[in-house]
Nanobody
């Protein structure tokens, strides 16, 4: 099916920036929506951002609006998450996910995604 590989995580000071990448391979013709989720220790996996594979429409969680930007490169079958003004509460494992066409509400629900990457750790120190 679809394989996803994230990269770009690391350790950064509060106020700093990181750029995450997610490369897709396999049956990518089945993908319409790509999403980013994150999960901190002891917490549920939460929605961060999503983008249409065939377009440039994006959707963000309120907690990251104005700070995070999701981009796509269809030729490379890769999506990116540019994270600016990072806060300690952004610390989590970040996961890339792929799904068929999802509406703006369904795209925020982890169970609606069929393929997941391995995750990449983002740590923001104060």
């Amino acid at each position: 099916q679809v394989q996803l590989v994230e990269s770009g995580g690391g350790l950064v000071q509060a106020g700093g920036s990181l750029k995450l990448s997610c490369a897709a391979s396999g049956r990518t013709t089945s993908i319409n929506t790509m999403g980013w989720f994150r999960q901190a220790p002891g917490k549920e996996r939460e929605f961060v951002a999503a983008i249409s594979w065939s377009g440039a429409s994006t959707y963000y969680a309120d907690s990251v609006k104005g700070r995070f930007t999701m981009y796509r490169d269809n030729a490379k079958k890769t999506v990116y998450l540019q994270m600016n003004s990072l806060k300690p509460e952004d610390t989590a494992v970040y996961y890339c996910a792929a799904a068929p066409l999802l509406g703006t509400q369904r795209m925020t629900v982890p169970n609606n995604y069929k393929s997941w990457g391995q995750g990449t750790q983002v740590t923001v120190s104060s």
